[in-house]
Protein backbone atom coordinates (compact mmCIF):
# COMPACT_ATOMS: atom_id res chain seq x y z
CA UNK A 1 0.00 0.00 0.00
CA UNK A 2 0.86 3.54 -0.36
CA UNK A 3 1.95 4.47 3.55
CA UNK A 4 4.27 1.09 3.35
CA UNK A 5 5.39 2.12 0.17
CA UNK A 6 7.17 5.48 1.34
CA UNK A 7 7.90 4.32 4.73
CA UNK A 8 11.82 4.92 5.28
CA UNK A 9 14.23 1.99 5.25
CA UNK A 10 17.37 1.76 6.34
CA UNK A 11 20.29 -0.93 7.10
CA UNK A 12 21.37 1.20 10.20
CA UNK A 13 18.72 -0.12 12.92
CA UNK A 14 19.55 3.21 14.81
CA UNK A 15 18.99 5.12 12.02
CA UNK A 16 15.84 3.56 10.88
CA UNK A 17 14.41 4.35 14.24
CA UNK A 18 15.30 7.94 13.90
CA UNK A 19 13.25 7.95 10.23
CA UNK A 20 10.57 6.15 11.17
CA UNK A 21 9.60 8.28 14.22
CA UNK A 22 10.38 11.24 12.05
CA UNK A 23 7.90 9.35 9.24
CA UNK A 24 4.81 8.90 12.14
CA UNK A 25 5.14 12.34 13.14
CA UNK A 26 5.49 13.84 9.68
CA UNK A 27 4.17 12.17 6.61
CA UNK A 28 2.46 8.89 8.49
CA UNK A 29 0.68 11.10 10.52
CA UNK A 30 -0.75 13.75 7.44
CA UNK A 31 -1.49 10.79 5.29
CA UNK A 32 -3.68 9.34 8.28
CA UNK A 33 -5.23 12.32 9.25
CA UNK A 34 -6.38 12.19 5.76
CA UNK A 35 -7.82 9.20 5.61
CA UNK A 36 -9.40 9.19 9.19
CA UNK A 37 -10.93 12.92 7.35
CA UNK A 38 -12.39 10.49 4.64
CA UNK A 39 -13.80 8.00 6.65
CA UNK A 40 -15.94 10.41 8.83
CA UNK A 41 -17.34 12.49 5.68
CA UNK A 42 -18.95 8.74 5.28
CA UNK A 43 -20.13 8.64 8.69
CA UNK A 44 -17.44 7.37 10.79
CA UNK A 45 -17.47 3.70 10.05
CA UNK A 46 -15.44 2.82 6.44
CA UNK A 47 -14.81 4.37 3.44
CA UNK A 48 -18.10 3.33 1.30
CA UNK A 49 -21.12 2.10 2.74
CA UNK A 50 -20.25 -1.44 2.62
CA UNK A 51 -16.88 -2.71 2.62
CA UNK A 52 -14.39 -1.81 0.51
CA UNK A 53 -10.94 -2.65 -0.63
CA UNK A 54 -9.59 0.32 0.71
CA UNK A 55 -11.34 -0.88 4.43
CA UNK A 56 -9.36 -4.51 3.99
CA UNK A 57 -5.86 -2.30 3.11
CA UNK A 58 -6.23 -0.04 5.89
CA UNK A 59 -7.41 -3.41 8.26
CA UNK A 60 -4.11 -4.96 6.87
CA UNK A 61 -2.17 -1.90 7.71
CA UNK A 62 -3.66 -1.28 10.90
CA UNK A 63 -3.11 -4.70 12.02
CA UNK A 64 0.59 -4.95 10.63
CA UNK A 65 1.23 -1.89 12.53
CA UNK A 66 -0.34 -2.79 15.92
CA UNK A 67 1.17 -6.03 15.81
CA UNK A 68 5.07 -4.47 15.85
CA UNK A 69 5.56 -5.62 12.36
CA UNK A 70 6.98 -1.78 11.25
CA UNK A 71 9.74 -1.33 13.46
CA UNK A 72 9.98 1.97 14.32
CA UNK A 73 6.52 2.79 14.27
CA UNK A 74 4.44 3.01 17.68
CA UNK A 75 1.89 0.12 17.85
CA UNK A 76 -0.71 2.40 19.68
CA UNK A 77 -0.51 4.95 16.78
CA UNK A 78 -4.00 4.88 15.76
CA UNK A 79 -5.98 4.68 19.02
CA UNK A 80 -6.83 8.54 18.59
CA UNK A 81 -8.71 8.15 15.19
CA UNK A 82 -12.17 6.75 15.96
CA UNK A 83 -13.04 6.22 12.37
CA UNK A 84 -10.23 3.96 11.54
CA UNK A 85 -10.90 2.03 14.96
CA UNK A 86 -14.29 1.76 13.72
CA UNK A 87 -13.30 0.48 10.30
CA UNK A 88 -10.68 -1.90 10.92
CA UNK A 89 -12.93 -3.28 13.94
CA UNK A 90 -16.35 -3.58 11.38
CA UNK A 91 -13.74 -5.51 9.39
CA UNK A 92 -12.29 -7.65 11.91
CA UNK A 93 -16.18 -8.89 12.57
CA UNK A 94 -17.59 -8.91 9.23
CA UNK A 95 -18.84 -12.24 8.37
CA UNK A 96 -17.57 -13.08 5.26
CA UNK A 97 -13.85 -11.65 6.18
CA UNK A 98 -13.89 -14.07 9.49
CA UNK A 99 -15.22 -17.06 6.86
CA UNK A 100 -12.53 -16.67 4.98
CA UNK A 101 -9.94 -16.84 7.43
CA UNK A 102 -12.06 -20.02 9.15
CA UNK A 103 -11.60 -21.65 5.98
CA UNK A 104 -7.69 -21.23 6.15
CA UNK A 105 -7.32 -22.51 9.57
Known sequence: NELMAVAPKHS????????RK???????????????????????????????????????????????DWTGIDATFFESYAGIVATVESIAKDDKVVAYYASRE
Open 22 to 68: EFQAGTMTKYVDFLEGLIQKNGGVGFASTPSIADLSLWGTVKMIRTG
Open 12 to 19: DPEELLKL
